[in-house]
C-alpha cells in the first residue's frame, strides 16, 4: 500500500492516501444536502445498497453525472426523465436496462458487463429469485476491481449482504398538499446511513425529497425563537 | 526547397445531384405527380421541399405549420433514409455503367472520376452524352430534375452540379471565388464560418486569399481543410493517402442473413472497431469503400464519401444504405449476406487527442458506449434504452425511452409551455402500462366525477391494484384534462388528482368522467 502523503510548502498535508485508501482514483461526488451521511462522496469501487425511495437513488446518481460520470439503471422498469434531470442527471450519459431478465442469467450477465466501463451502475434484483450469494460477492469483486460503484437496490435494508454503505429512507412527509387543496410540493424523509468500516458509524440526515421545485435539500428545522427582550 | 501548391491540379470530377432528393423519394413512395408542392417534415421542421412548394415561398427550417400557411396544399410527407438510398441506386448504376468508382457522398449526390471515360468517349462531351442517354427515363426518377457539373476537385464539381455548370481546366479557383463562404457548409452550423464571418471573410476568394501557413496557425487542421476547398485545391485527393490495410475490418456472418437490420445490427461492432483502430491511430477515414459478398457469390461495392469524417453511426447508417438498395434492387442476389468488408479509401489525421488523467471523458465515453453496445448484443437492441425528455401534458408521455445508439430525439419540444401540466416535482417512478386503482369515497364506493369535473364525495380510500384500501391522508384535484377533443379516436376526458395515502406514499391517480368511474395510478412520488 502506498504510504504517502502529498505535502504543501508549509507542511501540512494536502492529500493523504491513507485517509483516501488505497484506491487512487478520486470518489464520485454527491450533492451537497448528502454530506451528512456521504461525507466522501461515493467511494469507487464500493457498494451502497439503497432501500425505502426511488428519489433518494435518483439523487444519489445527480451529482455525479452532472460531473460527467456514467450511470445505468438495471431492472427499473421506467423511471421519469423529468425526475431525473431534477435531481441533476445528464440524460445523455444515463441508460436504462430495464428487463434483463429475458435471457437467463441476464441480470448478472447485464451488471457485470455494465461495471466494466459505467461508474454507478443501481440495479434492481429480479422479483421473487433474488440474487444467489456468490454472484453478490462476483459483483462485488467486479465493482471494486473495475473501481465502479455498485449500488443495489433493494425492498429491506439487509437485503443485500456485504454493502459497504447501506443507505435507508424512512417516512414520509408531504407538504402542500390538504383535503382537496394545493399539490405535492416537497417531502421530508430522514435518510439513514449504516455499513462496515468507515461508514460502520451511522449517521442520519433529515432531507427535503424531492424538494420544492424538484431536486434534493437538506431540510433544517425551523429557527429557534429568541427571546430579544431577554 | 520551396514546394508549389498551385501546380498539383486535383483530378477533374463529374458530379451527379438531385436537388431535394428526400422530397423526390417520399414523392415517389406517396405516388404523387411530380408538380405536387410537397415537403419532408421532420421533428416538425421542413427539411426539404420541392420546387413547386419553394414558388409558394416554403423553406428549409420552417416549421410544419408555418409552411401549411404559406401553402395549404402542401403535401407533408415523413422522411425515409432507407428509401433514399435504395431509389438513388439506380443512378448510382447508371454513372457505374461509365466509370467504376462512383462515389456517393449521400443519396442524391454522387461523382466519378473525369479521366478514364473522357478517353474511351472522345471527349468530355461524348462522357455528358453517355451519362445523359443512361440516367434519362430512369423510372425511378419519376420526374425528377438530374444536374450534371464538371470541374477540377469534388468540392468545386458538387458546387458546379448544384448549379448545373461545367467549369473549363484549370478555372475551379476563379468559379469558387465569389461564392459565399457559407458554401463551405450549407447547414450553418460550423463555428468556423460563423468566425470567418465575424472576421469579415464573405466569399470564398477572400478566405483562399489567406496565406495557407496562417490559416494552419489560427485556424487549425479544421481551417486548412475548409482553406484547401475554397481555394479550388482538392482536399482529398482521389490518390491521397491509402491507409494501409490493416486497417480493413471484415465481418462474416454464419450463417448468411437477408435482412438489413440484422446484417446492420451485427456490423456495429466493426463499425465501431473500424472508426476507433483508425483514432488510435490519430487518423479519421472520409471516403470508405463498402463491400457486401452474399453467400452465392455476388457482390456490391460502393465507395462512400463523407463531408467531415465518419463517425460509428456514419458508417452503419452506409451500411444500411447499400444493403437496402442491394437488396431490394434488380440485382438483388440470391442468397443472404455473407460477409461485410469495410475498407477505408482515404483518411485525415484528426486533432491531437490527450487522454485526461484518471481516464478523461473522451475515453470514459467511449468505454461505456462500448459496454453498453455489448449489454446490448447480450440482450438485444431494443434491450438497452436512453431516456429522452420529450414534450406532453401528462408525465408518461414527457418520458421517452429510445434504443441505445438510435438518435435520441423528443418528437414534441419539451420547452413549449404545455398549459395544463403538473407542476415540479415530477413523479420519479411511471407505470406503464397505467395500474388499475381502488379510489373509494366514505360509504366504500368508488368515487365519481361529475361531467364537470368535480367530485361529489371526496376520496377516503385508496388501493393499488386489488390491494385492500388505506385510509387517504391528504388530495389534491381533480384537475380535468380535456385532450384531443377534436378527434373522436383519441378523445381523452379524465381528471388528475395526487393521492397520499396513510403510509406516506403519493400517486398520481386519473379517473374517468362517467358514471361508472375507473381509476388507474399513472405514477409514483417514491
Same mark, same amino acid.
Request: charged share 10%; no cysteine; aromatic share 0%.
Given at each position: 500500500m502506498l504510504d504517502v502523503a502529498i505535502r504543501k510548502p508549509d507542511g501540512s498535508t494536502a492529500v493523504d492516501w491513507q485517509h483516501v485508501g488505497v484506491r487512487t482514483a478520486p470518489p464520485l461526488p454527491v450533492a451537497p444536502a448528502l454530506h451528512t451521511i456521504l461525507p466522501d462522496g461515493l467511494r469507487r469501487g464500493s457498494t451502497v445498497s439503497v432501500a425505502g425511495s426511488m428519489s433518494l437513488l435518483l439523487a444519489l446518481l445527480g451529482a455525479a453525472s452532472a460531473d460527467g460520470a456514467w450511470a445505468a439503471l438495471v431492472g427499473f422498469p421506467r423511471i421519469s426523465a423529468e425526475a431525473a434531470r431534477e435531481y441533476g442527471i445528464d440524460l445523455a450519459r444515463l441508460a436504462l436496462v430495464p428487463d434483463p431478465g429475458l435471457v437467463q442469467g441476464g441480470w448478472t450477465t447485464a451488471v457485470g458487463a455494465l461495471l466494466d466501463a459505467v461508474d454507478i451502475v443501481a440495479a434492481r434484483p429480479p422479483r421473487g429469485r433474488g440474487v444467489v450469494p456468490g454472484d453478490v460477492r462476483r459483483l462485488a469483486a467486479r465493482a471494486r476491481s473495475k473501481d465502479a460503484v455498485l449500488m443495489p437496490y433493494v425492498l429491506d435494508p439487509a437485503g443485500w449482504p456485504g454493502a459497504d454503505v447501506r443507505l435507508q429512507a424512512v417516512g414520509g412527509e408531504w407538504t402542500g398538499i390538504g383535503a382537496g387543496t394545493g399539490r405535492l410540493r416537497a417531502r421530508r424523509v430522514e435518510v439513514t446511513a449504516g455499513g462496515r468500516g468507515p461508514a460502520a458509524r451511522s449517521r442520519s440526515a433529515s432531507l427535503w425529497l424531492p424538494a420544492p421545485g424538484g431536486g434534493i435539500d437538506e431540510a433544517t428545522p425551523l429557527a429557534p425563537v429568541i427571546d430579544l427582550a431577554g | 526547397m520551396k514546394i508549389d501548391e498551385g501546380t498539383a491540379a486535383p483530378p477533374r470530377r463529374i458530379s451527379v445531384w438531385c436537388p431535394d432528393w428526400p422530397v423526390t423519394t417520399a414523392r415517389i413512395e406517396a405516388g404523387l405527380e411530380p408538380e405536387t408542392p410537397a415537403a419532408v417534415v421532420t421533428a416538425n421542421r421542413v427539411v426539404a421541399c420541392s420546387h413547386s412548394a419553394r414558388a409558394h415561398g416554403v423553406r428549409r427550417g420552417l416549421r410544419r405549420r408555418e409552411a401549411q400557411a404559406r401553402c395549404p396544399e402542401l403535401a407533408v410527407l415523413g422522411r425515409d433514409e432507407s428509401a433514399e438510398a435504395r431509389t438513388f441506386e439506380p443512378v448510382v448504376a447508371a454513372l457505374e455503367a461509365i466509370a467504376p468508382g462512383v462515389e456517393i457522398t449521400r443519396p442524391g449526390l454522387a461523382a466519378i472520376g473525369v479521366r478514364g471515360p473522357t478517353r474511351y468517349f472522345g471527349g468530355e462531351t461524348g462522357v455528358l452524352h453517355a451519362l445523359s442517354r443512361g440516367v %434519362? $427515363? =430512369? !423510372? %425511378? =426518377? *419519376? *420526374?425528377a430534375d438530374l444536374l450534371i457539373g464538371i470541374a477540377d476537385g469534388s468540392f468545386a464539381a458538387e458546387q458546379a452540379a448544384r448549379r448545373g455548370l461545367i467549369i473549363d481546366p484549370g478555372g475551379s479557383p476563379a468559379f469558387l471565388e465569389n461564392l459565399p463562404i457559407e458554401t463551405l457548409d450549407p447547414s450553418g452550423a460550423s463555428p468556423l464560418i460563423d468566425l470567418l464571418r465575424r472576421l469579415g471573410i464573405r466569399t470564398l476568394g477572400a478566405f483562399a486569399a489567406l496565406p495557407g501557413a496562417d490559416v494552419l496557425a489560427r485556424f487549425g487542421p479544421v481551417g486548412v481543410w475548409a482553406h484547401r476547398e475554397a481555394s479550388g485545391r482538392d482536399d482529398r485527393p482521389l490518390s491521397a493517402r491509402r491507409p494501409p490495410v490493416e486497417f480493413t475490418v471484415t465481418l462474416d456472418l454464419e450463417p448468411a442473413v437477408d435482412r438489413v437490420d440484422t446484417v446492420a445490427f451485427s456490423a456495429r461492432g466493426i463499425a465501431e472497431q473500424f472508426v476507433t483502430d483508425l483514432g488510435a491511430h490519430g487518423l479519421a477515414c472520409t471516403c470508405l469503400e463498402l463491400q457486401a459478398l452474399s453467400e452465392n457469390g455476388e457482390e456490391t461495392v460502393r465507395r462512400w464519401r463523407h463531408a467531415g469524417v465518419l463517425s460509428t453511426v456514419d458508417v452503419l447508417d452506409r451500411v444500411r444504405w447499400q444493403l437496402e438498395g442491394w437488396l431490394s434492387g434488380?440485382? #438483388? !442476389?440470391? $442468397? $443472404?449476406?455473407?460477409r461485410v468488408r469495410l475498407v477505408p479509401l482515404e483518411v485525415v489525421p484528426t486533432g491531437t487527442h490527450q487522454q485526461a488523467l484518471w481516464g478523461g471523458s473522451g475515453a470514459e465515453d467511449e468505454r461505456a458506449a462500448r459496454a453498453l453496445a455489448r449489454v446490448q448484443t447480450l440482450l438485444g437492441h431494443g434491450s438497452v434504452l436512453t431516456p429522452v425528455l420529450d414534450g406532453g401534458r401528462d408525465p408518461g408521455q414527457r418520458t421517452r425511452l429510445v434504443p441505445w445508439g438510435d438518435e435520441p430525439l423528443p418528437l414534441h419540444s419539451p420547452e413549449q409551455p404545455w398549459p395544463g401540466q403538473l407542476p %415540479? !416535482?415530477?413523479?420519479s417512478v411511471l407505470l406503464d402500462p397505467p395500474r388499475p386503482a381502488q379510489v373509494l369515497d366514505a360509504s366504500r364506493r368508488p368515487v365519481r366525477v361529475t361531467e #364537470? *369535473?368535480?367530485?361529489?364525495a371526496p376520496p377516503e380510500l385508496f388501493a393499488m391494484g386489488s390491494d385492500t384500501p388505506v385510509a387517504v391522508a391528504s388530495w389534491a384535484g381533480p384537475w380535468p384534462v380535456d385532450e384531443r377533443w377534436w378527434s373522436p379516436e383519441s378523445a381523452r376526458r379524465v381528471v388528475r388528482c395526487q393521492i397520499v395515502d396513510v403510509r406516506g406514499r403519493a400517486y398520481l391517480v386519473t379517473g374517468s368522467m362517467d358514471d361508472t368511474p375507473r381509476w388507474q395510478v399513472d405514477a409514483i412520488y417514491d
Open positions: - | %434519362a $427515363g =430512369l !423510372p %425511378a =426518377l *419519376g *420526374g434488380n440485382h #438483388r !442476389p440470391t $442468397g $443472404g449476406v455473407s %415540479a !416535482p415530477a413523479p #364537470r *369535473g368535480a367530485m361529489p
